[in-house]
């Protein structure tokens, strides 16, 4: 990939006095990718001379030698009153050990907006922002659950296909099932409990996690059924929606109403293989899923199974055929207006990325480096930069950078591996651009500025540049390189750090942007079941109107929820009818968690690989892969 396409401006330059002031050198070193680094950019191994800068001692300089002649005093101190003086002396004594607290207290005091690391309550945040999934799940719900204004629902779902389609998460505020950010959600909690589930295991939450992340995949297993003697290969894409509009029917889309009361037939969209992207998306989530339990054999087994066979039919479709699953109205018609997809070849080359992961198959892995060029031309201008549910290449990049940093395998995958890196570190400093991407005033970065719901962006990017500022720790690199311009690891932790602050309350509404949490959050989301009284009556849609239009808080606090946020000036309304403020989606909060987890601090007896202390699994993701392939 040519750097110039992700090329962030000029950077500034020294001038000639000022180098000969200082009499600075820099040493460079060199990756181990083959790059020349300025060892973070300036920040490290430099030689100064500050001849310049001391004052110069002179023998004959006043001062410089002592006087022969020293002269000395004697004083003779009489205390006429011992009272007075042992009050002198406990006012003196007070006074300074007052002097000495204030000392103490403003050196320890933590600093606000230094973004120098975590500053609130991260153990509470994952707890929270994972509970926002137990309230989406749909079928039988648990009776252990910790959300209790929820039972029930969606049981005749896809009734008629053949495997069923019971379970799974509802998308949003919504009652629709869309498998394609399902897919991608279990993705990404599966790839941020790969990195940091000693984390997760330190603050209590391995198993909920885990639990979550078990709930997508076994819905990703009903999505798929493969071909057989009679029947050609199916792929569900949606359960719910607004199919019986032209029937003037009720739907998940005119209805205000709890799943638990819904009663009308919810339509199933089904597809055949040309839908690339949401196939190589079902693989990359049912392969990172069986890392996550690769203890448990025979589950891991079916989801490698289910997502070999279907990776094979999707890649070999006629290609004339692959494209997008919203091209198709059959498939992903109804999901246009909510899920659009404008591209597919960076969803099989992030299915085919987790797939080798998931199996060591080199044919996997080649696939996917030699269609990450490809799949980088067709990504448009507009989604440079951004990692979520419609654009995957990004994070495909950090992963192939991770086999070059920690795996490397050698020819002939180091130049893609290496091209990889090289976006990656470009598209990380980026975020540090003003040049790039603009960002509020109160500092959220605005990654796709024309449209609404910001945070989800901000969310992921934080994520990656986190974690990447991890691997260069784990490198023992002090930073990387872009273009024409460099950046710290310090600074790519302070980025990523101001973006999760940013979220939880550090912005100009003083708002938490995560349902409970803090002293300010958002009380009208927009959700069907958080917003209607969970009092044991079944409301019919026709009454939905009151619970939507209700100026009252809602009645059931959606914790954990992050809501999908202010407008480019900072301004957020708390209004339910106003979804583009206040909607929450499970796309959205999986970045949210992979981001707060990520930032939470590491267990105090975890030592990475080189005696660093990260809670970063450096090796794990790896057990499938061998040197050999």
């Not at 990004?394 to 992963?399: I, K, P």
């Not at 009818?577 to 007896?605: C, M, R, Y």
Request: charged residues 20%; aromatic residues 12%.
């Amino acid at each position: 990939m040519p750097r110039s396409d992700y090329s962030i401006g000029s950077p500034s330059h020294n001038s000639a006095a000022d180098l000969e002031a200082y009499s600075v050198r820099f040493v460079h070193t060199l990756s181990g990718a083959g790059r020349i680094l300025p060892s973070d950019s300036r920040w490290n191994s430099i030689e100064l001379s500050f001849g310049s800068l001391l004052p110069q001692s002179h023998p004959n300089a006043y001062g410089s030698v002592p006087s022969r002649l020293s002269k000395s005093y004697d004083y003779d101190l009489v205390i006429t009153d011992k009272q007075h003086f042992k009050r002198f002396l406990y006012i003196a004594i007070s006074i300074v050990l007052v002097v000495l607290a204030l000392v103490l207290l403003v050196l320890f005091l933590p600093r606000k907006h230094k973004h120098d690391g975590p500053s609130k309550n991260l153990t509470l945040a994952v707890n929270q922002a994972l509970k926002f999934f137990d309230a989406q799940k749909s079928g039988y719900y648990p009776k252990t659950s910790p959300v209790k204004f929820r039972g029930d629902s969606g049981l005749q779902d896809g009734n008629a296909t053949q495997a069923g389609l019971l379970g799974g998460f509802y998308d949003s505020g919504n009652n629709i099932k869309f498998s394609f950010p399902t897919a991608y959600t279990v993705t990404l909690l599966s790839w941020s409990m790969l990195e940091y589930h000693e984390k997760y295991a330190d603050i209590g939450e391995l198993d909920h996690a885990r639990d979550i992340i078990r709930w997508g995949s076994d819905y990703l297993l009903k999505l798929f059924i493969p071909p057989n003697a009679t029947s050609d290969p199916i792929l569900y894409s949606q359960v719910g929606g607004a199919k019986n509009d032209t029937e003037g029917g009720d739907n998940d889309t005119i209805c205000w109403q709890r799943p638990e009361d819904m009663s009308y037939v919810r339509p199933v969209s089904s597809c055949d293989m040309a839908a690339s992207d949401l196939a190589g998306e079902v693989v990359a989530g049912l392969s990172a899923a069986s890392l996550v339990f690769k203890d448990e054999k025979d589950y891991a087994i079916r989801l490698t199974t289910a997502a070999e066979t279907l990776f094979e039919l999707a890649i070999k479709e006629d290609p004339t055929k692959q494209g997008t699953y919203t091209a198709v109205d059959e498939c992903g018609g109804d999901a246009r207006a909510f899920y659009n997809s404008t591209s597919f070849k960076d969803d099989l080359v992030w299915g085919g990325t987790w797939l080798f992961f998931a199996t060591g198959n080199p044919s996997y892995l080649e696939y996917a480096s030699r269609n990450f060029s490809l799949a980088l031309q067709e990504e448009r201008t507009s989604e440079r930069g951004l990692f979520y549910w419609n654009n995957k290449l990004l994070g495909s990049a950090v992963l192939l950078a991770r086999l070059l940093y920690f795996r490397d395998l050698g020819y002939p995958y180091k130049d893609s591996f290496a091209s990889s890196a090289n976006m990656t570190e470009s598209v990380l400093c980026s975020y540090l651009s003003d040049q790039s991407f603009n960002r509020t005033q109160g500092g959220l970065i605005l990654l796709k500025p024309d449209s609404w719901s910001p945070l989800q962006y901000a969310a992921t990017a934080s994520f990656l540049s986190k974690l990447y500022s991890d691997y260069l720790n784990l490198l023992h690199r002090t930073g990387g390189v872009c273009h024409d311009r460099a950046f710290s690891v310090k600074m790519l932790q302070s980025f990523s750090s101001s973006q999760i602050d940013y979220i939880l309350g550090d912005n100009p509404m003083k708002m938490s942007y995560m349902v409970g949490f803090g002293g300010q959050y958002p009380l009208q989301v927009h959700h069907r079941s958080a917003s209607i009284l969970w009092d044991g009556q079944k409301y019919l849609c026709s009454e939905g109107d009151r619970w939507l239009h209700s100026k009252d808080p809602n009645p059931n606090v959606l914790l954990g929820a992050m809501v999908g946020g202010p407008d480019k000036f900072d301004h957020f309304i708390d209004e339910r009818d106003k979804p583009w403020f206040t909607e929450p989606s499970i796309a959205s909060n999986a970045g949210l968690v992979a981001a707060l987890i990520a930032h939470h601090d590491p267990p105090q007896h975890a030592v990475d690989s080189g005696g660093i202390n990260l809670g970063l699994d450096q090796m794990g993701i790896f057990e499938k892969v061998h040197q050999s392939t």
